[in-house]
DNA sequence: TAGATATTAGTACAATTGCACTAATTTTAG
DNA sequence: CTAAAATTAGTGCAATTGTACTAATATCTA
């Protein structure tokens, strides 16, 4: 990739996160740069690839950290790690959690990667769960549905932390995602057994 | 308040759900009416009073509804009620939660307005998981700002469940809330003692 | 009923946007 | 070194948008 496409790419992440999606036009990127329109459309055809360039970008950063995540040092290690890198991501890429409902509708290239996506993870919690189960840190079901309306409710906090920082605090910095790595992290202490317990305050002190 | 002006509010919040918010310009509702962009422009002089005007009739249901609970079926009864009616309203203007960082960030008078009601609904949460604990209903905390982050994560769930919902199914219509009210619901349940959870599973089976 | 007021229609305008197109310039390859 | 290819600049255009403005029509009031 030319350095001129990943200068682009790096600027209109920025633009996007700082403004908003819709705020920065394509004039807006270039003239940030300093070069001109012509050469802002000869490297993207399209607004969309720009957004949709980004968008793989982030998927790839993604799954470079789900491939190497530590798992050797526990269950919940693995996760909470997992989860802090995630957020990391999410928060250089924030734009797109920002203004999501819109660039599900505007890009249907990313939608329907996103479903696939999401498809996947839920089913990864299932079984991260069951496996909890079976080491007995997590206790059994007791009302209906209630460990799959958990992980949907996880997969709402993973998606939308970001937009309900922003609307909270004034300025969203990286100093917050640790707020809300422990906001999101303990939506499943309260379902641990006395032995997941341990491990999970164990975790959140090494951390 | 003029029919016109009624009519104008009324299709403008139907095309806003429908199509979003950036998607329905004065022209769009203009014509959907049959009237002329210029009568449009007599009652609403600029774009952002209809969107604003549709905000304030959304906290007038959500504040009527919230005035006229039946507390003395019990505390998990009202909330629960008040939490089913308030989805519904939500429902109905769906386009405002769908587009919430965008409406935040475009009209200054929603998000103050909506800054304060959130710092007040967090205290209400606050009180009411008070209230719960005193009762013997819901255990006390056991590791740090376990409360204060478990409002929160019930302020995601309920700014971002319509979203979550929008992105995952192909439409959404009514019967949807239903399932959406158990996700949200369930979220205090973990937390409840045994009282708690007979008194949580009464009042689900009459609902 | 006559004049005032409220409502509606129609049009115009300036600004912005995505993007296409051409020409100039730089870099690369043989 | 030179021709081809890649990159960049500059300009133009059609479409859309919010909204201002004027004139026509309808409704109300005294």
New binding site residues.
């Given amino acids: 990739m030319?350095?001129?496409?990943k200068r682009i790419l790096n600027a209109s992440r920025k633009l996007f996160n700082q403004q908003g999606l819709?705020?920065?036009?394509?004039?807006?990127?270039?003239t940030h740069?300093?070069?001109?329109?012509?050469?802002?459309?000869?490297?993207?055809?399209?607004?969309?690839?720009i957004i949709e360039g980004l968008y793989f970008e982030l998927v790839e950063k993604m799954d470079h950290d789900f491939l190497n995540v530590e798992m050797e040092k526990g269950l919940f290690f693995g996760l909470y790690q997992l989860t802090q890198k995630s957020m990391e991501n999410l928060f250089e890429y924030r734009f797109m959690m920002l203004d999501f409902i819109q660039v599900m509708r505007e890009f249907p290239i990313i939608k329907k990667h996103y479903l696939k996506l999401i498809t996947q993870r839920e089913e990864q919690m299932q079984m991260f769960i069951q496996m909890m189960i079976q080491s007995g840190l997590m206790r059994k079901e007791e009302i209906k549905n209630e460990y799959q309306n958990l992980t949907r409710r996880m997969m709402i906090l993973g998606d939308f932390w970001l937009a309900s920082a922003e609307i909270n605090r004034e300025k969203m910095d990286k100093r917050q995602i640790e707020k809300y790595l422990e906001i999101t992290s303990q939506v499943i202490y309260p379902y641990l057994t006395a032995k997941g317990k341990r491990e999970y305050r164990k975790v959140e002190r090494d951390s």
Avoid: C, D, W
């Fill in positions: 030319s350095t001129t496409k819709s705020a920065v036009s394509q004039r807006t990127i270039a740069l300093k070069i001109s329109p012509g050469n802002l459309t000869y490297h993207f055809k399209k607004r969309s690839e």
